[in-house]
Each structure stands twice: as structure tokens, then as C-alpha cells.
């Protein structure tokens, strides 16, 4: 029961999170629609120039949330994959203990030396009944194993994709911080060029 209430918490906590910075993104995609119109009344020199600047900050900004929202979902899925593949993990290591304990019990039965024919017959029965249940274990452990690769494989691809936006996420904050101190050596110039026409 904790380990749902603790899903539910999880879940709604990345929900959260994903609402913020969608709202974040939102509010720079509408900031980018509102420099776009006004730059389409502008004509060249420092008034498009600035706003040039503006529209690639909130360019930036869409980018770089749109990056936090596939990274979010992203760690969400290699998580999943990952519980799956130690579940399957699990369970392939519970079918390979049933299967040997079934094994050893087939090797008692027909070690067994019983003079009686009636005994003969009950021994042939559950021998063959261990037989049976042998191979549909076996059967359910290849399954197991066959899902356990699928997991795994699974969960170093979306591990490879994560850290790859990872990459480009720390790239993309580099660019900002370029941009942030070209556009302050830029404000810089330009309140300088004011004081000295004025």
C-alpha cells in the first residue's frame, strides 16, 4: 500500500513540475509571438536590433524548456524500464529455483527403486507430471529471460537518449550565457552611445 501512495506522490509530483515548466515555455512561446509582431512594423537599425535580441532569448527560453520537458518525461520512462527489467530479473531467478528443485525431484523419483507395480505406476505418473511441469517452467523461464533482455536493452537506449539532451541541455545554457553577456556588452554600448548624444 506505501509503495502506491508513494507512486501516487511521485506521480503527482512530476506532474507538478511538468505543469511549471510547460507554463514557463508557454509564456515564452507567447513572448516570442509578441516580438515577432512587432518586429514586422520595424524597420532596420537599434529598435530591431534590441528586439532581435529579445526574440532570441525567447527563443532560447522555448527551447530550453521544451528540452526540461522531454528530459523530465524521459528519466520518467528509463525508471519504468528499469523496475521492469529488476522485476523480470526477479522472476527469472525464481523460475530457475523452481525449475531446479523440480529437476532434483525427477532425478528421487526415477532413482527411486520400487519392486511393487503399483507403486512403479504412481512413480510414472508423477514423474510424467514432473516432466510437464519441467517444461512449462522452463518455457515461462525463457519468456523471463527473453523479456529481461528486452528491458534492458530498453533502458540503455532511453539512458543513451537522456544523457544525448543532457549534452545538448548543457550546450543550450552555454549559448544563453553567451548570448546574456553579448546582449549586456550590447545594452552597455548602447546607454553609452545615448549619454554621449544627449
Do not use: C, P
Amino acid at each position: 500500500m506505501s509503495l502506491t501512495r508513494s507512486s501516487t506522490t511521485v506521480s503527482t509530483a512530476l506532474y507538478t513540475i511538468a505543469a511549471a515548466v510547460a507554463a514557463m515555455t508557454a509564456s515564452s512561446v507567447i513572448q516570442l509571438l509578441g516580438v515577432t509582431k512587432t518586429l514586422k512594423g520595424a524597420q532596420f537599425g537599434d529598435r530591431a536590433l534590441a528586439l532581435t535580441v529579445e526574440e532570441l532569448r525567447a527563443l532560447l527560453s522555448v527551447v530550453l524548456g521544451v528540452a526540461n520537458l522531454a528530459l523530465l518525461f524521459l528519466n520518467r520512462a528509463l525508471a519504468y524500464e528499469q523496475q521492469a527489467a529488476q522485476k523480470a530479473e526477479l522472476n527469472l531467478s525464481v523460475l530457475q529455483k523452481q525449475a531446479k528443485g523440480m529437476q532434483s525431484e525427477y532425478l528421487r523419483a526415477t532413482s527411486k527403486d520400487d519392486s511393487s507395480s503399483g507403486s512403479q505406476r504412481g512413480d510414472k505418473a508423477e514423474v510424467s507430471k514432473l516432466i510437464s511441469d519441467k517444461a512449462r517452467v522452463q518455457e515461462a523461464l525463457e519468456v523471463a529471460q527473453a523479456e529481461a533482455k528486452s528491458a534492458a536493452s530498453n533502458a540503455a537506449a532511453l539512458k543513451a537518449q537522456s544523457q544525448g539532451l543532457e549534452r545538448e541541455y548543457d550546450r543550450l545554457l552555454a549559448e544563453n550565457d553567451n548570448l546574456k553577456r553579448r546582449l549586456a556588452r550590447f545594452d552597455a554600448g548602447f546607454s553609452a552611445t545615448d549619454k554621449k548624444s544627449a
